[in-house]
């Protein structure tokens, strides 16, 4: 318990650590902190009470032995790679990833000595004619961006172990509520905090989350040594919105799979990806490792034409066109012109992410609404 001018302080929810440092009597109590680092604080680049209840909230979710939340998504994917890679070392990564995520491995850590290579999903579960003496990682999505393929991870951790290798799960899409992977066998899981876990469009964060003790304080380093921490407030945010995840997962989830019905049998619609749909390539495993939740992302095909496209965003009532996800209402994004931006564009085709693709984050609105405004859209094009 606090006090502030000899008045205890008891309050219900962890204030606003607003505070760059924190203070020492003497050079005793500063000896201990050096101690038991863990017991006390120091300097809000090192660990905050904010970030460290956001962190320790995701582990418990994650079902981890510790984490640590970082400036970004990217932050966190950077830290969970240098957790495991050197220069000189190689990773693998799923070929649909997020596009950022390619741009960090081709364009910052392969100057820096670690290569990748890409496999595409229908390899992942054998490794053997992708791995190298020196392949550390792989890095896969749960559910990959913009095309929702869902992997087994306990399966893909039995690959990559039979490897020697480790498996890092970008669990951003699918969330805890709909899986875990660190409970299917995965080493780090890491989130872009910016999409569900915060949940409200208000925060850019990310965590790492990982098992034991050695990882987890190896990964406290990275985050303090290259300065990769997070802001109290935008902490504080996060760890607010945390409160509300699993309701709103489960709102997001059911509206999510409405709309994807709705959009299947539409004629202008050409297809439609969503893992909640029987006719989705991984239904079944999604049904049983997401226990029934399939999330709240979905893409889906019109026209691959620039001007139908635009008819289509302009000509829908309410809902923007936001080049990110997981708010608690609904938007969309065009995967071509934004997140797979930087991709080769041929690669790109191959993968199927074409001009008509549009990314729908479906928000918590009456799914009724979401709908009338789709419909609107669609009959315009
Ligand atoms: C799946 C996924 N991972 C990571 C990121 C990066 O997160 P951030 O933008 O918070 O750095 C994103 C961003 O869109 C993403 O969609």
Redesign the pocket.
Known sequence: MTQHNNIPVKPKVTPIYQTSVFTFDDLTELEAYFEQPSQRYMYARYSNPNANELAEEVSKLEQGDGGVVTS??????FTAILLFCQSGDHVLCAEE??G??AVLLNQELNRMGISVSYVPVEDLYDLTAFVKPNTRLLLA?TMS?PLLRVLDIARLATACHSKNIKLVI?N??ASPVVTRPLSLGADVV??????YLAGHSDV???VVVTKGEEQVNRIRKIMMHLGLNLSPFESWLAVRGLKTLRLRIKQHSSNALAIAQYLDQYPKVNRVYYPGLATHPDHELASQQGQGLFGGMLSFAIADDEEVVNTFMRSLPTIPFAP??AGVSTSISHPVRT?HRSLNPAKRDALGITMGVIRLSVGVEEPEEILAELEAALNAI
Do not use: P, Q, R
């Open positions: 970004s998504g990217m932050s966190a994917i990833i997020y950022g995520s999505e961006n970008d951003t899409f890491i989130h872009s905090v910016t999409k850019t964060a990310g990110s996800l997140s």
